[in-house]
Nanobody, 124 residues
């Protein structure tokens, strides 16, 4: 059974940084793509970034390009989201997710397994 566990969230001032981690277990992930999504209060869950587990290609939502970096450590089976220059509008519950599709996607429906989510709050 695939399991994803997020960590690293919290409260930070605008302009600060946080690094989220997503520890994965229960699958080889070799052909999977994995991603980060976020959901702010009253809004739909939205795509943030994705990475191909095998090749390492990365993809970002336009609003986080240049500020967020997605990466993975294959040995540790862990994915990361380094978030710099955080803004109050980045406040949300962040969730990691994995897809069996073998292609990256920004669509929630294309992801097969999810973490429980973790709160990130950016104060102004």
């Amino acid at each position: 059974q695939v399991q994803l566990v997020e960590s690293g969230g919290g409260l930070v001032q605008a302009g600060g940084s946080l690094r989220l981690s997503c520890a994965a277990s229960g699958c080889s992930f070799s052909s999977d793509s994995m991603g980060w999504f976020r959901q702010a209060p009253g809004k739909e869950r939205e795509f943030v970034a994705a990475i191909m587990w095998s090749g390492g290609s990365t993809f970002y939502q336009e609003s986080v390009k240049g500020r967020f970096t997605i990466s993975r450590d294959i040995v540790k089976s862990t994915m990361y989201l380094q978030m710099n220059n955080l803004k109050p509008e980045d406040t949300a519950v962040y969730s990691c997710a994995g897809s069996y599709r073998g292609m990256w996607s920004r669509k929630v429906i294309d992801y097969n397994y999810w973490g429980q989510g973790i709160q990130v709050t950016v104060s102004s």
